[in-house]
Nanobody, 124 residues
Framework: QVQLVESGGGSVQSGGSLRLSCAAS????????MAWFRQTPGKEREGVAA?????RTAYADSVKGRFTISQDNAKNTLQMNSLEPEDTAMYYC????????????????????WGQGTQVTVSS
């Protein structure tokens, strides 16, 4: 059974940092792309950062230079620095079979498995 379990969310002041982790089990993670999406009430879930089985990464323009995604065996990590109130959202870990181009890695349609989410709140 595929499981993705997020951890590391919380509340932080603007300019602070948080590290999100996603523990994966039940599938051959080394063959999958992993990504983080976020969603706020009333808005679409958007791709934030992704990494595929070849190590290619993709980042949303809004987080480039501030967020870093990494993969270590079955654990995926999203390091978030210089957080802004606009980063406040529920963050979801996702796993999928990959995309032909790195810029497609942020599209929700390429992901099959999802975690339950972890809340990140950034106050000004």
């Amino acid at each position: 059974q595929v499981q993705l379990v997020e951890s590391g969310g919380g509340s932080v002041q603007s300019g602070g940092s948080l590290r999100l982790s996603c523990a994966a089990s039940g599938f051959t993670y080394s063959r999958y792309s992993m990504a983080w999406f976020r969603q706020t009430p009333g808005k679409e879930r958007e791709g934030v950062a992704a990494i595929d089985s070849d190590g290619r990464t993709a980042y949303a323009d809004s987080v480039k230079g501030r967020f870093t995604i990494s993969q270590d065996n079955a654990k995926n990590t999203l390091q978030m620095n210089s957080l802004e109130p606009e980063d406040t959202a529920m963050y979801y870990c996702a796993a999928g079979s990959g995309a032909p181009f790195s810029w497609l890695l942020l599209l929700r349609s390429y992901y099959t498995y999802w975690g339950q989410g972890t809340q990140v709140t950034v106050s000004s």
